[in-house]
């Protein structure tokens, strides 16, 4: 991947000296703080072509060492190969142009796929067409939209996160919904919810808008990682929904970020969307300070 130096951030100056500084250190990526083993402000950046223009969602490839994506606007699913820099297509086109797909979960028989109105789409590897998805409806009354849906292997389950629900007005939370794949149901109630409050108390910042976009598990901490491309800010919690620590992120690093995957040794994948520009893949490789050798000093969650 082609590490990019030209930075985007631009600002007039100022005549009052503590603006000047507040301005450079933005642009310096100076005020902004990092999530333990990682580095945001300096991330291999890599462009990734009209035909991922509004990428959407990612999944990791265990079986290729690669990424899986998918674009709202595109009825293919497709390989990011992290070696050769080359985008494969997985599948013919199997996705319904009306799915509004959002996110992405990769399994050992099958591709999932999450419509914005909170249904799940069960594509088999290798489809040809759509004749072959079968369709799983959380069944949620009123408008909603979900933009993010990860595996737990802990629950054994599929979890999907509210960006706006219906039932939530009000209430100042995010819900969470587990999805058994080996049952093919949805639990009859929330599998966690997330506080709102507790995001904007952590970042220090009651206009914060916390909208899931993308989410995954860390595969060494067990920490769930979650995207909120409206406000730029990564928001770390248990996976019942505890707020761990919340990230502001560079919007000109950030501009869209709604999807995220993570290697099984720790290092992390952010795709943004080309709303603002040409659409990126980020990779923040996983370190821990002060570690020789992160392999030895890290656990992988347990399965």
């Given at each position: ?129 759509t004749t072959v998805i079968t369709r799983y409806s959380l069944g949620l009354e009123g408008q909603n939209d979900f933009e ?10 599929i979890i999907m996160i509210c960006k706006s629900c219906a039932h939530e007005k009000g209430l100042a939370i995010r819900t ?115 570690s020789k050798n992160k392999k030895a000093n890290t656990k992988k969650r347990k399965a």
């Amino acid at each position: 991947m082609k590490q990019l130096l030209q930075t985007k951030c631009r600002a007039s100056f100022r005549l009052i000296l503590f603006s000047a500084v507040t301005l450079m250190a933005a642009c310096n990526g100076t005020g902004y703080t990092n999530p333990a083993g990682y580095d945001l402000r300096k991330p291999t950046e890599a462009e990734l072509g009209k035909v991922l223009n509004e990428i959407s969602g990612l999944s990791w490839d265990k079986r290729n060492d690669a990424l899986i994506a998918i674009a709202d606007n595109k009825e293919k699913i497709f390989q990011i190969g992290l070696k050769d820099k080359k985008l494969k297509d997985l599948s013919d086109k199997a996705i319904p142009p009306d799915s509004d797909t959002e996110d992405i979960v990769y399994s050992d028989s099958a591709f999932y796929l999450l419509s914005s109105w909170g249904e799940i789409r069960k594509v088999p590897i290798g489809a040809k067409d759509t004749t072959v998805i079968t369709r799983y409806s959380l069944g949620l009354e009123g408008q909603n939209d979900f933009e993010t849906m990860y595996f737990d292997s802990v629950a054994k389950g599929i979890i999907m996160i509210c960006k706006s629900c219906a039932h939530e007005k009000g209430l100042a939370i995010r819900t969470a919904y587990r999805f058994n794949p080996e049952t093919t149901a949805f639990d009859s109630v929330p599998y966690f919810t997330i506080s709102r409050k507790a995001v904007e108390e952590k970042i220090k910042d009651p206009d914060a808008n916390f909208d899931p976009s993308g989410g995954a598990i860390h595969p060494v901490t067990g920490e769930l990682y979650i995207l909120s491309s409206s406000s730029n800010m990564l928001v770390i919690t248990s996976t019942k929904g505890e707020i761990i620590d919340v990230f502001k992120l560079n919007p000109d690093k950030f501009p869209q970020a709604e999807g995220i995957a993570f290697a099984p040794n720790g290092d992390m994948y952010i795709s943004n969307e080309g709303k603002y520009g040409k659409p990126t893949l980020l990779f923040f490789p996983y370190q821990l300070k002060g570690s020789k050798n992160k392999k030895a000093n890290t656990k992988k969650r347990k399965a």
